[in-house]
């Protein structure tokens, strides 16, 4: 079992960077593939970016590639997202998910924290 719980969500303007952060209860965090998914209003979850298990690999969505970093601090049990370069349609929760597979359908994602917001404005 693992409990995830984000936070660094909040208004920024566009061009401005935050950097959201997701803390894993559990000893076993080193054994997921971590990921960030995104839900803007009226959409559907979308994935954001994944990292594998030691942090070496890593894949994004097109959409963010080049303004967006995810890394993995495993002896601190913690995953971060740098996003740069922000935009309005940014705008969405931010989740991140634990899963025992490496890729970018939400589905194959066990655990899922609540969620933190991302407000770009223009």
């Known amino acids: 079992q693992v409990q995830l719980v984000e936070s660094g969500g909040g208004l920024v303007q566009t061009g401005d960077s935050l950097k959201l952060s997701c803390a894993a209860s559990g000893r076993t965090f080193s054994r997921y593939t971590m990921g960030w998914f995104r839900q803007a209003p009226g959409k559907e979850r979308e994935f954001v970016a994944h990292?594998?298990?030691?942090?070496?690999?890593?894949y994004y969505a097109d959409s963010v590639k080049g303004r967006f970093t995810i890394s993995r601090d495993n002896a601190k049990n913690v995953v971060y997202l740098q996003m740069n370069s922000l935009k309005p349609e940014d705008t969405a929760v931010y989740y991140c998910a634990a899963g025992r597979t490496y890729g970018a359908s939400p589905l194959g994602y066990d655990y899922w924290g609540q969620g933190t917001q991302v407000t770009v404005s223009s």
């Open positions: 990292i594998g298990r030691s942090g070496g690999s890593t």
